[in-house]
């Protein structure tokens, strides 16, 4: 598996997840609640041409309302499962409360760190 697979792997796991708009963009326009996929930081293990591992940051965001933080409360066991089901070779290993820009505004989000194995 390659990078790109892992990614769209992870994309449409998370795509399963109902009414959670999913997105590979960083720069995109979001429609919460939403999940940016972010580049993943790449491990390579002696003597490998190809990396062997991939740390993908996963931001799920909200809108600001009175419900944001139950919401993302309710939302990051599903999206953790999805990927973890969803995948033979992903899992989620941290949730990290904080937000996520988003032109002028910062969303109220959680960033999971997914880690792969390629």
């Known amino acids: 598996m390659n990078?790109?697979?892992?990614a769209e792997?992870?994309?449409?796991?998370?795509?399963?997840?109902?009414?959670?708009?999913?997105?590979?963009d960083p720069g995109a326009s979001l429609d919460p609640p939403a999940a940016v996929i972010m580049p993943p930081r790449l491990t390579w293990e002696t003597g490998c041409t190809e990396p062997t591992a991939a740390t993908f940051l996963v931001y799920?965001?909200?809108r600001f309302d009175d419900r944001s933080i139950e919401n993302l409360w309710d939302l990051v066991p599903v999206a953790a499962a999805?990927?973890?089901e969803g995948t033979d070779f992903a899992v989620v290993t941290i949730a990290l409360p904080g937000t996520y820009?988003?032109?002028?505004a910062d969303l109220p989000a959680y960033e999971l760190t997914v880690e792969a194995d390629l």
């Open 3 to 6: 990078v790109r697979e892992a």
């Open 9 to 24: 792997a992870i994309e449409a796991a998370l795509a399963a997840v109902p009414n959670l708009r999913v997105t590979r």
């Open 60 to 62: 799920l965001t909200q």
């Open 82 to 84: 999805a990927i973890d």
């Open 101 to 104: 820009q988003v032109g002028n």
